[in-house]
Nanobody, 121 residues
């Protein structure tokens, strides 16, 4: 199975910065993309940023220019550098990996347990 472990959440004042980390481990044949999603109380989970295996990135309009997604030097790791944080960025942030565990399997989505980010005004 595939496990995703996130770290780096916490409490920060508006205008501050945080960096989230995610490491995927387990039986992984290949990863098509990794990304970050978030879910605020009473709201649906939404895309924050993704990065593909060939380094194409995609961002939600609400975080463009403030957040940066990148791959780590370690295999199957991804970071989310968050700057100029706003109270509306407060949410549980989930790491996602779209991967297949063998050559013959289709790509499936795997999720981390989530990490809380709270931005105070």
């Amino acid at each position: 199975q595939v496990q995703l472990v996130e770290s780096g959440g916490g409490l920060v004042q508006a205008g501050g910065s945080l960096r989230l980390s995610c490491a995927a481990s387990g039986v992984i044949f290949s990863i098509n993309a990794m990304g970050w999603y978030r879910q605020a109380p009473g709201k649906q989970r939404e895309l924050v940023a993704t990065i593909t295996s060939d380094d194409n990135t995609n961002y939600a309009d609400s975080v463009k220019g403030r957040f940066t997604i990148s791959k780590g030097n370690a295999k199957n790791t991804v970071y989310l550098q968050m700057s100029s944080l706003k109270p509306e960025d407060t949410a549980v942030y989930y790491c996602n990996a779209r991967c297949r565990v063998t050559y013959y399997r289709t790509y499936e989505d795997y999720w981390g347990q989530g990490t809380q980010v709270t931005v105070s005004s």
